[in-house]
């Protein structure tokens, strides 16, 4: 079984930065994808960033510039540091592992951006 383990949400003014990570542990294949997706209140969850364990990298458009997404690869920890946050940036951020073909997903962590 593999669990994902998130930390560093919280509470932001706008334009302030936050990181978060996750870290994933139990049968995970050395080829895999991990990263980083949101749910704001009344919409749908949505690909933030992700990033192989090649290093190849996406990011959504609204995010470009702002996020970097990174890892670790002997740790099995993705991080997620935002910068220049806005108040749309609010959502529930979820951390995922695609561990060949099966997803698994971290329990979230919220990220609010508010003045």
């Known amino acids: 079984q593999v669990q994902l383990v998130e930390s560093g949400g919280g509470l932001v003014q706008p334009g302030g930065s936050l990181r978060l990570s996750c870290t994933a542990s139990g049968s995970i294949f050395s080829v895999n994808v991990m990263g980083w997706y949101r749910q704001a209140p009344g919409k749908q969850r949505e690909s933030v960033a992700t990033?192989?364990?090649?290093?190849?990298?996406n990011y959504a458009e609204s995010v470009k510039g702002r996020f970097t997404i990174s890892r670790d690869n002997a740790k099995n920890t993705v991080y997620l540091q935002m910068n220049s946050l806005k108040p749309e940036d609010t959502a529930i951020y979820y951390c995922?592992?695609?561990?060949?073909?099966?997803?698994?997903w971290g329990q979230g962590t919220q990220v609010t951006v508010s003045s």
């Open positions: 995922n592992l695609l561990n060949r073909v099966t997803p698994y």
């Open positions: 990033i192989t364990s090649g290093g190849r990298i």
